[in-house]
């Protein structure tokens, strides 16, 4: 009971970060002076196209680019009709995206699951391989298995990702027959989804699952292992011992429970960094991730798109930190009754 | 027959470096207690860690034997691992000093305390709960279901030792090793744990090995006596001997420095009281405590109505157990916390200069009240910074307060580590050069830097080990004379107090009870709390033993006190003076 309450509460505060973010990018998107139009107006002038300019000032007019700009806010997301009324974010339209000349949802739709499936997948791997390594590297501390962990891990972090890419595309074209580039055969694209359409994106996933995911798992795997390392000198690890606990009952009941947290908190960061962090490599891998499409966005100040894409990851990370924050009242009592220690 | 415990030529060393243990002997009989004590570094935890072989990883067993067993001894340092962890907490169990860290946060404790049976005797979860439930039962849980229930951090300090009691109790082990087992305690919860423990070894006849440095709780428990220093056994035998007629001169030593509660005292005289540095008015200081993010606030009142005077130049302290108030009384004789609308506090840094508020300076007034008022804290390792030599940690309050040139000040650094018995060639040094009791001089030192008048002592001496804490405080009230200072000194233990202070004011959950100095405190207890502080802190004398169980009950609840004291919920009688300068809450 007092969970789902502080769940509703928890979902409330996100609301509220996620309107105080849109408010942020707005302004930080319209920082740079002029828009994608009034720089698209003042180069058709200069070449003389008059057509050009007719359209360009319709567009203008029509998503209310000349109207003061906390205007264009309020009828971006909706919350104040715009030339066709009530339509923005919280009426479902993401607005026209003026570099392809397409509604922003066309442009982003597939993009939008496929980096949801991309990151999901990296996170996924960044648990599987820090969860073992971290633990084992701390119960054997200073010893091989320790040095090699953190050997590997330090590679994973010090090795640009892109260069990871090449070379595992490379490698595993050669000696495993894995594809190269792109989130699914050519032939399935625009197709809908059919047994072989999934596997064929299963497929293209490995790679960059790995390439997103290494620096993840090593700097998680270092975490952990200091966390653990911490925890394991504490009286109570004694206790257990005391008690007759064989080592790795041990390990896994008391001092692991107490290093998950910042394990479980750290989900909500994960997110953003790797949807950041994984922009150069969709680039260099060709993935229709929603990646490349900000950077084109940001880079011609297309606002509309770009304002969405960056919405999206803000909802991710307001997401995954509620999912942390949630999973933390789960697992810590001491946050679950709100008690100090001491 | 056999000992149970038979320890011989125990040497431990950690590297290449000599052995910080050295050749421990000693045995103990089934049903027997027996107190291993030594100040800190003497390497008493080693050697009964040792019996469990939970040592940490760098330390090594070089030699020696622990036999155990009194049919068929088995030597513990040569089982195999496996072998090893079915002893651990079936047969030998230990409690440790610190019951909050000892038990995990996060698990229940009856979880915690069930995973023993589920360990040793196999038992499925509702048969180990029915065991454990009984043993909260006997070690004296109100309700033992929801005691199961709860996580440590949701009981008191005792609670939780009683918790860890339980987990060692649970599967009857014949021999059970305390380490430190009260030294976290306040003296009355103390008596509690100690009165458990003897209970629960008459009752299944185990042995007990005690680690303390307290002889008082030596005398109290022990049949036999292990007194180590620096890795060796000093003396041993059996406890009326050791305590009775100390043969060593190190266990003389330890005796001379244990304050001991005045035995028969006279009443003393009234302390005048025309002349006062600090003076406490009507302070009231009330905490409002938020639950977590979803729970309503809740008023905890840590001062009420207290009111203290202190004379210039004496040293006026204020006992009491955790949570009674005492420390948020200091913080508010310093400036550090405001007490609540209507308390006045006044200070007055020399005889004719004029009473300042310190509950409402100006900027100028606190630059100035802060020079004259200095604190000395209770944890000397954690109150100096490791990052700064002496000469930096005692110059940075002159620099604070721009007083004198580079120079001056390095020569009045070097002229307050000779106060406080340093050499002041030590000025280069790191505060981890030195050992518990010099660090506790420099921060003496320091706050002498700045020539105060009041000095607030906040538990300066319970960090420290019983030799050395003599040491401190014949320095305290040395500097007190000479430099004319006055004392605030805030401690929990009655035969400090009883040493340093002119006027003691006894503190029960944020009201003073009784105050007087202490002669006639010790010697004319009026207030059942006073009474029952007294009685339940155990003397290092073995013909004069406290009764655990009595005294363990402290002085209960307002409403079962003498009809003079008696009162409900929070209304408290007034503070009268009964006899001149002795002061007691009753109705009068």
Redesign the interface.
């Known amino acids: 009971m ?1 969970f789902i ?2 769940a509703g ?1 928890r979902f409330l505060t996100m609301l509220l970060t996620l309107w105080v973010v849109s408010i942020l990018v707005f302004v930080i998107i319209n920082l740079p002076p002029g828009d994608y139009l009034s720089n698209q107006i003042a180069e058709l002038r200069a070449t003389g196209q008059a057509e050009g300019v007719a359209k360009a000032e319709f567009l203008r007019t029509e998503y209310a680019l000349d109207r003061p700009l906390w205007e264009q806010y309020f009828i971006w997301v909706g919350m104040m009709p715009g030339p066709q009324g009530f339509s923005g974010l919280l009426q479902g339209d993401f607005g026209w995206s003026f570099e392809f000349d397409r509604p922003v949802s066309e442009i982003v739709g597939d993009a939008l699951w496929l980096t949801v499936l991309v990151n999901l997948a990296a996170v996924l791997f960044v648990y599987m391989v820090a969860l073992p390594l971290g633990v084992i590297s701390a119960a054997r501390s200073e010893t091989w298995v320790d040095y090699t962990a953190g050997f590997v891990g330090y590679l994973g972090l010090a090795t640009p990702n892109f260069l990871l890419a090449l070379i595992l595309f490379y490698y595993g074209h050669k000696y495993l027959g894995l594809p190269i580039g792109g989130m699914m055969n050519p032939i399935y694209e625009g197709q809908p989804m059919s047994p072989g359409k999934v596997q064929s994106i299963l497929v293209h996933l490995i790679v960059p699952t790995f390439v997103i995911g290494t620096s993840g798992a090593a700097g998680m795997m270092q975490r952990l292992r200091a966390n653990m390392l911490d925890e394991l000198s ?3 690890v ?9 080592p790795s009952k041990l390990l896994s ?2 001092p692991l ?2 290093a998950f947290n910042p394990f479980v908190a750290d989900i909500g960061n994960l997110l953003p960094a790797m949807v950041s962090g994984s922009v150069l490599v969709s680039v260099v891998l060709g993935l229709q991730t929603i990646g490349p499409a900000l950077l084109a966005a940001l880079k011609s100040q297309d606002q509309f798109l770009a304002a969405f894409v960056l919405m999206f990851v803000a909802l991710l990370t307001l997401i995954g930190t509620m999912i942390s924050d949630l999973l933390l009242v789960l ?4 946050i679950r ?6 | 027959m056999a000992p149970l415990l038979d320890v011989q030529g125990l040497t431990i060393g950690f590297g290449d470096a000599p052995a910080v243990v050295t050749g421990i002997n000693f045995s103990v009989e089934p049903g027997e207690t027996l107190a291993l004590v030594g100040e800190s570094g003497s390497g008493k935890t080693l050697t009964c860690r040792s019996v ?1 072989r ?1 040592l940490p990883g760098t330390a090594q067993l070089r030699a020696g034997q622990i036999k155990f067993g009194t049919q068929s001894a088995i030597d513990l340092l040569s089982l195999d691992e496996r072998a090893m ?6 047969r030998i ?2 409690i ?3 019951p ?8 229940r404790i009856g979880n915690q305390v069930a ?2 049976l589920h ?2 005797r196999g038992l499925g979860t509702a048969a180990a709960k029915k065991l454990v439930l009984e043993t909260f039962e006997r070690v004296g849980f109100a309700d033992a279901e929801r005691a199961y229930r709860a ?1 440590p ?2 009981m008191s300090g005792g609670m939780r030792q009683r918790a ?1 009691i339980a ?1 060692a109790m649970v599967a009857k082990p014949d021999l059970l090793i305390a380490d430190e087992p009260t030294t976290a305690l306040d003296v009355t919860t103390q008596a509690q744990v100690l009165g458990l423990i003897k209970d629960l070894q008459k009752e299944t006849g185990m042995a007990v090995v005690l680690v303390t440095h307290d002889l008082g709780v030596v005398a109290n428990m022990a049949e036999k006596v292990v007194v180590m220093n620096k890795g060796r056994v000093m003396e041993s035998g059996p406890a009326t001997a050791v305590l009775g007629n100390p043969g060593h001169g190190y266990t003389q030593k330890l005796f001379a420095a244990a304050p001991m509660i005045p035995e028969v005292a006279e009443p003393a005289d009234a302390l005048a009281d025309d002349d006062l540095i600090l003076n406490l008015k009507n302070v009231n200081k009330t905490y409002t405590v ?6 309503a606030a809740k008023k905890v009142h840590a001062c009420i109505d207290v009111n203290l005077q202190l004379q210039r130049g004496t040293t006026l302290a204020v006992v009491g157990e955790s949570g009674s108030g005492k420390t948020t009384c200091a913080r508010i004789a310093l400036g550090a916390e405001l007490p609540d609308n209507g308390s006045e506090v006044l200070f007055r840094e020399t005889s004719s200069s004029d009473p300042v508020a310190v509950n409402a300076m100006t900027r100028a007034q606190r630059i100035a009240f802060q020079r004259k008022a200095q604190m000395v804290f209770q944890d000397p390792y954690s109150s100096l910074s490791p990052r700064m030599r002496v000469q930096d940690a005692l110059t940075e309050p002159m620099e604070i307060h721009n007083l004198g040139n580079r120079s001056e000040r390095r020569e009045k650094a070097a002229e307050m580590l000779r106060w406080v018995g340093l050499n002041p060639d030590t000025l280069k040094r790191y505060p981890h050069a030195f050992s518990g009791g010099q660090r506790q001089r420099l921060s003496i030192a320091r706050a002498l830097t700045l020539d105060p008048s009041l000095l607030v002592c906040d538990e300066p001496t319970s960090a420290l080990d019983v030799s050395v804490q003599e040491q401190i405080l014949t320095l305290l009230e040395d500097i007190r004379d000479r430099m004319g200072l006055s004392y605030l000194f805030i401690s929990h233990d009655l035969a400090v107090v009883s040493r340093i202070a002119d006027e003691v004011a006894v503190m029960r959950q944020g009201v003073v009870v009784e105050q007087a100095a202490p002669d006639t405190l010790f010697y004319n207890p009026r207030h059942p709390y006073t009474k029952a502080l007294i009685a339940a802190q155990p003397e290092p004398d073995v013909n004069r033993p406290i009764d655990l169980n009595l005294v363990s009950k402290g002085a209960g609840a307002p409403d079962s006190w003498p009809e003079m004291f008696r009162f409900k919920g929070t209304q408290a009688p007034a503070l009268i003076e009964l006899d001149p300068g002795h002061k007691v809450r009753c109705h009068a």
């Open positions: 007092m309450r502080y509460y504490k009286p109570y004694e206790t257990a011992k005391a008690k007759g606990l064989s009941k008391y429970r107490m697992l810590d009592p001491r009754y709100g008690a100090r220690e001491g | 469990l939970i962890r079915a002893i651990r907490g079936d169990s230990m440790f000093q610190e909050m860290r000892s038990l995990s946060p996060l698990h995973e023993v360990l040793h996580y951090f949701e860890m987990m938020r639950a977590g993010g979803w729970r």
